[in-house]
């Protein structure tokens, strides 16, 4: 931060959806934020499959005792990126990528409290407001709630409705330089150049 102290934040998100589940932020890192996101998450993912993976890094606040005690009780599996699986924990690199480049490095951070209004306001905007493109157009809060079905069929009558006016458009055009054929030449270029502008 701006006085030169550092600042963690865990996070942990749906890969499928890409919704953040939980996050905390804290001025030290250790296995005690760890441990309360992944509690979170798995409240909140209580009506998925019996065993759930947790693919996580290679940090401390991620393999310890306190978290492998949680990962048991909780009937958590955690996977290891590029250990035990050969994919990686991208799906929250990106997050954590476009929340410091779109979001957090365009404002002055000065104190924790500040920090933490930032990052909830931009998971609140992640979640909730911004569609994003792998759904065509749904939020992660549609696709991990299954509620984001009338998005994709009103975008696509749009785009059905945007094509149709552009090809009537198209062929009105062609028709009007097939009459134009005609005329003389510079009468004719500057009728393409009205159409044009």
Not at 19 to 37: A, N, P, Q
């Amino acid at each position: 931060m701006l006085d030169g102290t550092r600042a963690y934040l865990h996070a942990v998100t749906d890969n499928y959806s890409r919704w953040i589940l939980s996050w905390t932020l804290g001025e030290w890192l250790g296995s005690g934020g760890t441990c309360r996101i992944l509690r979170e998450a798995a409240v909140r993912l209580k009506n998925g499959s019996e065993h759930t993976a947790v693919v996580a890094d290679l940090g401390s606040e991620n393999v310890n005792g306190s978290v492998e005690d949680l990962l048991d009780g909780a009937e958590l599996m955690r996977l290891l990126a590029q250990v035990e699986v050969t994919s990686s924990n991208l799906m929250i690199e990106a997050f954590w990528r476009s929340l410091k480049h779109a979001w957090l490095y365009l404002h002055s951070l000065g104190s924790l409290t500040t920090l933490r209004r930032l990052i909830e306001f931009y998971v609140t905007a992640h979640n909730e407001v911004m569609p994003h493109s792998a759904f065509e157009g749904q939020t992660p809060d549609e696709i991990f709630l299954g509620t984001g079905d009338k998005v994709t069929r009103k975008l696509s009558a749009a785009r059905k409705t945007a094509r149709e006016e552009r090809m009537k458009e198209n062929r009105a055009a062609e028709r009007d330089v097939c009459i134009g054929e005609a005329e003389s030449g510079p009468l004719r270029l500057q009728r393409a150049r009205s159409r044009m502008s």
